[in-house]
């Protein structure tokens, strides 16, 4: 599932290609069709991203949300762009470019109670300027929880995902088992200042990067896959070279090596 650096860039990106512009709208598959009647023809004033959720703000007109899920893609085309290739929710046509979208776990479209409300759901975005970590310092020293499923919680902080979560915690030396409540405060603000600097790095880069320039030894748009981090589905610690430790945690597998991110008693 893309993780929120992803959801920022598609926001820029769309922001930059069609905001100002009065758009069609159809939808090949079907599903989609009747929302997309009651768009088609508006003019897009803006995109924008909380966490992992897409926004559409038309002029005059209800939000178009988003959630891509697990298999949800975007594909956008020069005009005129070709058929529609598998089953696109929906197509919106620019002056110049178009957009498809198949697959996505959620596209519907928003009044401003509904829209209100989904965004009171979901917890702080470290990429908005709107974002409040006092607010998330609260919920951690109320909370019980281990930080590595914390951290996946989206109605705490909005936009981590399973990559962010290990290499965050491997590069603060915390153990996943960690109760947030036993985090001190300085260990947060580094916490949530480290993760605000590698979600931008990935909307900047257009993918997941955690290691620093100086440690990969070349600019950081030319590192492979397998060079952009540290230790997420790795087998061996790249600092201490012991065996990477994976477990279920928050109902996805964790990466961690229990030598640099010890569990105090």
Same mark, same amino acid.
């Given at each position: ?30 599903? &989609? ?10 003019? %897009? ?72 409300? %989904? ?50 915690? &491997? ?16 260990? &947060?603000?580094?916490?949530?200042? %480290? ?53 279920? %945690? ?16």
């Amino acid at each position: 599932m893309p993780e929120g650096h992803t959801i920022h860039r598609l926001a820029k990106d769309h922001q930059k290609w069609f905001a100002g512009q009065k758009m069609g709208a159809i939808s090949p598959q079907g599903r &989609f069709s009747k929302e997309a009647r009651r768009i088609s023809g508006l003019r %897009l004033n803006s995109t924008s991203a909380h966490g992992k959720h897409l926004f559409y703000h038309w002029e005059d007109g209800p939000t178009m949300h988003i959630h891509l899920g697990l298999y949800g893609k975007f594909r956008v085309h020069q005009n005129p762009a070709p058929e529609p290739r598998g089953a696109v929710r929906v197509r919106m046509i620019g002056s110049e470019r178009t957009f498809d979208l198949n697959g996505p776990n959620c596209c519907e479209l928003l009044t401003p109670d509904r829209m209100e409300s %989904l965004l009171n759901r979901l917890g702080q975005d470290p990429l908005r300027s709107d974002a409040s970590p006092e607010i998330v310092w609260d919920r951690f020293t109320r909370s019980r929880s281990c930080i590595g499923t914390l951290l996946l919680n989206q109605s705490v902080i909005a936009g981590i995902g399973n990559v962010y979560r290990a290499e965050i915690l &491997f590069l603060l030396g915390i153990h996943p088992e960690t109760p947030a409540n036993t985090i001190d405060r300085q260990t &947060f603000d580094q916490l949530w200042d %480290l993760t605000s600097a590698l979600l931008k790095t990935g909307v900047k880069y257009n993918r997941i990067i955690t290691v620093e320039r100086e440690r990969a030894g070349k600019p950081l748009s030319r590192l492979n896959s397998r060079e952009r981090l540290h230790i997420y589905k790795r087998s061996h610690c790249p600092v201490c070279n012991q065996r990477i430790r994976t477990w279920e %945690l928050g109902n996805r597998k964790m990466y961690a090596c229990e030598k640099c991110q010890k569990l105090s008693n």
